[in-house]
Each structure stands twice: as C-alpha cells, then as structure tokens.
C-alpha cells in the first residue's frame, strides 16, 4: 500500500515526493503521464539548454491547449464594434520535471505584498511571507547572494544571474536607468534590501548553460530510495472517492486501465490538469456541464476563478548591436520590474531581424474560467483566459507600453514598429488585442481558502474541502495572482506542502 500518491510529476510533483520520501517508513509513488528518464544525461539536448525554450510544434513533451485569451465580450463595455475572438495556445510540461523541464528558467519569487493578499483569505495560518520565505530559502542555492539576508546556500536549485548580458539586454537596462529606474540588483531580496522595483538580471535555475529543473535538482538525487517509485507514461483519469475520502486513482498505461490506491493522493497534474481531473471526478461546481455524464460527487469551485498575466508584444529592429557580442545566456537575462507590471526585453527572435519587449500585467484584475466540455479523459478542457475583461487592466497596459515605447526610444537605432495609442483612443483595445499573449503562468483553478469561501477548493493545509484524503499541491491553489513568474512559488509550495501535517 502507498501511503502517498503524488499525480503529475512536474515542478511541485518532483519536489514533493523527494521531500516526502525522505523519510524512509513513507512509501511514496508518482505517476507521471510524460515520459520518465532517470538519467540526466538522457534528457535530449533541447531539455537541457537553457538558452532557448524547446517548444516545438512536434515536441513530445508538451501538453498544448487552445485558449480564448479574449472573447469579443470581455473588452466590450457599452456599444463597440464586434471583434474576433482573440485565440491562443497555452502549453505546459508532459514530461518528468513538468513545466520546469520546458520553460524560461526565470527563478523569480513573489513579493511580500502578495502573501499579505494570500495569507488574508487562506482560512488559516502558514502562508504569511515570513513562513513562506523559509520554504524559498530552502529550495534555493543562490550562487550570487546566496549569504544575504532571506537567501539560501545549501538547497537543490543552483539560482545565478547572467554575468555577462547580451547586448541587448545591456541596451534596454540603460534606457531604463536613464527613465530614472534604479538598478535592483537582486530581483529575490526581502523587503528592506535595496530597492524593491527598478531594473534587475533574472534569478535563473540554470547551471554553466543547462536547465536545471526540479526533476534534476530534486527528484533524480531521490530516485534510488526503495520507498520511492516513480511511474512514467501513466496518465491519470479520476480520483476514486467513497463515502467521502478518496481512496485511489484510475489511470491508462500502454491502452490498459489500471487502478492505485493510497492512504493519500495529491494532485500535482498543474492548474490545467488537476483541475480538469477534479471536475472529471465530479468534484466541481454544482452546475458540471450535463453532457458530459459526469455525477456530482461533491460541489467545488473548480476552475471558476484562475488568473494568468497577459503580456503585450512590441516588436522593435535595431541596427548593429554595438560592442561585443556574447551569446544570451537565457531568453530573458534583464526585466524591467514595475511592481504590478513587467517589462521583457527578449534574447530571442521570434521572427527573424526582430525583436520583441513584452509588456506583462502581474496583479491581473481579470480572471478566466476553465470547464470540461466532455467526459472523455482524452478531451482538452476549454479554457477561456477572459484578459481585459476589467477596464483597469486595459488602463494599465497602455499606460506601460507608453512607458516601454518611451524607453526603446532611448536606445540607440532601436525603431518600435507601432504606435501605442493613448488610452482614449477608440481604438485602443483594438490595438491591445491585436498584441495580446499569455505569459504562460496559468494559476488559481483550485484556490485556497476557508470553507465558507465561495471561491475556495482547498483548506491553508492544501486538502480539498469536503473530500477526506485528497490534496493539491501545485500552481492551481493560489488564490491571488502572484506578481512574478510562478515556477520559484510553485516549488515553495511543495516545500511548504512536505512540512504540513499529514
Ligand atoms: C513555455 C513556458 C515557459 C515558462 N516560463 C517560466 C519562467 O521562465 N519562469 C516562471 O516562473 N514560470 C514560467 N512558466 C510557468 C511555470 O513553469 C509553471 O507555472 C510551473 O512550473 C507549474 O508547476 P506545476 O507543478 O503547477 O505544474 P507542471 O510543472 O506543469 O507539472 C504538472 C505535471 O503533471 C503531469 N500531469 C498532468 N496531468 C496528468 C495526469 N492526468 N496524469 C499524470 N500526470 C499528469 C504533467 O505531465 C506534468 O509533468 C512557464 C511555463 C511554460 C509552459
């Protein structure tokens, strides 16, 4: 018998079964629907090179999901005329190591201010920034500032800072400071130390070139211990639940479906999958879609509420690049950091001769829905991310890209190839649109908080109201949008998630 069953060895998956199995009387099992490679050597080269981010249209190792970033609705108030819908794609990691194993290898933490959101509505202690800065800490061997105040020297993931910027990167982090933006040189240090917005290098998870993801910092060290096993290309279906406690999961392996069951089971699928699995094991709102022959086993908010960080691109040429020219270390070496917005100067070309700044929204008033649209385990679930659906939004976007329009003009032979219009323009939502994205950082489709809380999914320990036996620990439990990239968080909750009583 296991005593915990983790679903979805990605990012938090990985974390928390080696966390878990640290004590040796815990039997631990994972079951990852991706492929599993205990060798780090055998990961292919383009999982490892952190230098670009390996997303294929033909990879296997992705999970890729239509989206509707903006429906003609979400930006319209009063009479407008009818847009189209703004479409785009979401991916994630379907792979052991998850999202970590593909993505940007941006190690950002989220901002005290963020946890005093979260730690309001958890229902319970444990999520106040100090408590959580020790979870950080842990996971982290900062090799820059590592002996600074809230930093850690001794943890799994190596974090270090590009020490020599392409010159692009150096160009837009002068445009910045002579907006007057200070230079923060540690994006992660705690309130207190130096400057807390301003223009900074990207903590990255990244070791002389390579990705360095919670697989290989965390799980493929643990993987030798006898009371851990690790299942790869096993898919989970649904959650068993009886009499009010989930007992095992139904999963496909090779065309054969297969059970296992647990004292324990914890949802670590991501916040697109374990929410899709909860909502296919009836644990969702009262209201499950009537086609898909679902019946309700316990009412939920399940999807009802996530938010992600919509992002603008401008796209930009410059002449030569002046001064030597080493090679970018990563996608995103330098950000300009606004406290509710994020401005990207890009390393790389997403279309030959141009480049892209991104303009991202961090404290989103918008949030999105996610629902099933069939029983069928194999069908993706719809995703509608409702960006711009809040006027302020839509106001504060603009007014950074006037911003970031400003400061390419200060870099020499740089020429933004639009205008960002003024946000009384008739046409500014129409110019947002044509330039919106996703950020990738999909969060909150089973949030945190008391049991009266009409939006919460999960208790402050991470257990799902109302169904004994049943956890999730991943991206889908914040239930405030963090105002960095969730990959650093989404490892504080696993380590957070080991120290909880069990
Ligand atoms: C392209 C890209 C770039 C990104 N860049 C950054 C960045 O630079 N910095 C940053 O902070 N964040 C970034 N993110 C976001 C960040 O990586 C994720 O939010 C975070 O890693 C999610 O962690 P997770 O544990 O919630 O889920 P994941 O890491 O996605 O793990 C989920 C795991 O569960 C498995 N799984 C899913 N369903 C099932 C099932 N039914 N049965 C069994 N297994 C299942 C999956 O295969 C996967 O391994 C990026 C994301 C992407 C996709």
């Not at 190596?158 to 910027?165: Q, T």
């Not at 223009?199 to 290989?216: E, F, Q, S, Y």
């Not at 999730?472 to 960095?484: Q, Y």
Request: hydrophobic share 40%; aromatic share 4%.
């Amino acid at each position: 018998m296991t005593d915990t069953l983790i679903v979805g060895g990605g990012t938090a998956g990985c974390v928390l079964a080696a966390r878990l199995s640290e004590d040796p009387a815990h039997a631990v099992r994972v079951l990852e629907a991706g492929r599993v490679r205990l060798d780090p050597a055998a990961f292919p080269e383009a999982l490892r090179d952190a230098t670009r981010m390996p997303l294929d249209p033909n990879a296997a190792w992705l999970w890729r999901y239509p989206t509707i970033l903006s429906a003609d609705s979400d930006s319209a108030e009063g009479a407008h005329d009818a847009y189209d819908p703004v479409l785009g794609e979401l991916v994630r990691g379907r792979v052991l190591g998850g999202s970590s194993a593909v993505n940007g290898s941006y190690f950002g933490r989220a901002r005290a201010a963020d946890f005093a959101a979260w730690d309001d509505i958890a229902g319970g202690p444990g999520w106040d920034f100090g408590t959580v800065l020790d979870a950080y800490r842990r996971s982290e061997c900062d090799k820059d500032f590592g002996d600074r105040p809230g930093h850690g020297r001794t943890g799994p993931i190596p974090v270090i800072r590009s020490a020599h910027p392409a010159p692009i990167s150096r160009a837009v982090a002068a445009a910045a400071h002579s907006l007057g933006l200070p230079e923060r040189e540690d994006l992660n240090a705690v309130p207190g130390d130096g400057p807390q917005t301003g223009v900074a290098r990207v903590p990255c998870n990244v070791d002389r070139g390579l990705r360095i993801g919670t697989a290989t910092a965390y799980l493929l060290p643990a993987a030798h211990r006898p009371n851990l096993r690790v299942d790869g290309g096993a898919t989970v279906s649904r959650v068993l639940v009886r009499h009010g406690r989930a007992v095992g999961v139904e999963y496909r392996r090779d065309d054969v479906t297969e059970t296992a069951w647990a004292d324990h089971i914890v949802l670590c699928a991501g916040a697109v999958e374990t929410a899709a699995l909860l909502l296919r094991s009836g644990i969702g709102p009262a209201s499950l879609p009537a086609g898909t022959g679902i019946p309700l086993v316990h009412p939920a908010p399940v999807g009802q509420w996530f938010t992600d960080h919509p992002e603008i691109g401008l796209e930009y040429r410059v002449g030569a690049e002046p001064g030597e020219k080493p090679p970018a270390t990563v996608p995103l070496e330098y950000v300009v950091d606004l406290d509710d917005i994020e401005l990207r100067p890009y390393t790389v070309e997403f279309t030959p001769g141009i480049r892209r700044l991104g303009v991202a929204l961090m404290r989103p008033h918008s949030w999105g829905v996610l629902r099933l649209s069939s029983g069928d385990p194999a069908a993706r679930p719809v995703i509608a991310h409702r960006y711009l659906s809040e006027a302020a939004d839509r106001t504060r976007l603009l007014e950074a890209a006037a911003l970031a329009e400003e400061l390419l003009s200060r870099i020499p032979g740089a020429r933004l190839l639009t205008r960002v219009p003024p946000a009384t323009h008739p046409r500014a939502v129409v110019w947002l649109r044509e330039r919106l994205g996703t950020s990738q950082h999909l969060s909150g489709t089973c949030r945190m908080g008391a049991a009266h809380d009409e939006r919460a999914v999960v208790d402050h320990g991470l257990r799902v109201h109302g169904v004994r036996g049943l956890s999730v620990v991943d991206m889908s439990v914040p239930p405030v949008p963090l105002s960095r990239g969730p990959q650093a968080s989404a490892v504080m909750i696993a380590e957070r998630a080991a120290d909880l009583p069990r």
